[in-house]
């Protein structure tokens, strides 16, 4: 149980454009979902937290109108990247939360995005 | 401030050997600890959740939590060049958000 799938694995996509990532908790509901973006050799880096229905909580940081968070259901949020650079290149990591305690989170395996 | 703690290491052990992972938290209301690995490239992956005080054991891997001393243990026995991986410990931020608060990862290499 608790699998969390994300879509697409990677993605190559030119500077300027956007990519919409998707994550997808596909045996359990998920009423907050995480995004993170980790870059190489470095540490996991929360970029927000999404709860279901209801506007992203985004980090110290990060750019709230670059990097667009939609939790339309349950099971499913998407990162939308909009006008990627090549700094933006990184490897995107969502993980879904149990709404019960001990509130264990669930990882996708993580895109991979090169913008180039 | 709220700090998790961890040795980066590399912790090198010999394959079959006990592997002994540590960490430690500020926040002493933290309720919930987690131990997470991730091999290079890929994702992290829940091995443990813990948040009563004492030992906690699941095949190979044994958590220990001392919320006294706030500190979180793993052991991970019969060690296998497979468990070569970094070992993240996460504390849940106390609060309505739930988020985690990430150690920087203990790196381990098992040796054949």
């Known amino acids: 149980g608790a699998v969390v799938s994300q879509h697409p694995s990677w993605v190559i996509c030119k500077s300027g454009t956007s990519v919409k990532i998707e994550c997808r908790s596909l045996?359990?509901?998920?009423?907050?979902m995480f995004w993170y973006r980790q870059f190489p050799k470095q540490s996991l880096m929360l970029m927000a937290t999404s709860n279901e229905g209801s506007k992203a909580t985004y980090e110290q940081g990060v750019e709230k109108d670059k990097f667009l968070i939609n939790h339309a259901s349950l099971t499913l949020s998407t990162l939308t990247v909009t006008s990627a650079h090549p700094e933006d290149s990184s490897f995107y990591i969502c993980s879904a939360g149990l709404g019960q305690f001990p509130y264990e989170q669930y990882f996708g395996p993580g895109t991979r995005l090169t913008v180039t | 401030q709220k700090e998790v703690e961890q040795n980066s290491g590399p912790l090198s052990v010999p394959e079959g050997a006990i592997a002994s992972l540590n960490c430690t938290y500020s926040?002493?209301?933290?309720?919930?600890f987690f131990w997470y690995r991730q091999y290079s490239g890929k994702s992290p992956e829940l091995i443990m959740s813990?948040?009563s005080n004492g030992d906690k054991e699941d095949g190979r891997f044994t958590a220990q939590l001392n919320k006294a001393s706030q500190y979180v243990s793993l052991l991970i026995r019969d060690s296998q060049p497979s468990d070569s991986a970094t070992y993240l410990c996460a504390v849940i931020e106390n609060g309505n958000n739930r988020k985690l608060i990430w150690g920087l990862g203990t790196s381990l290499a098992v040796n054949p």
């Open positions: 045996d359990f509901q998920a009423t907050t």
């Open positions: 926040d002493r209301g933290s309720q919930s």
């Open positions: 813990i948040y």
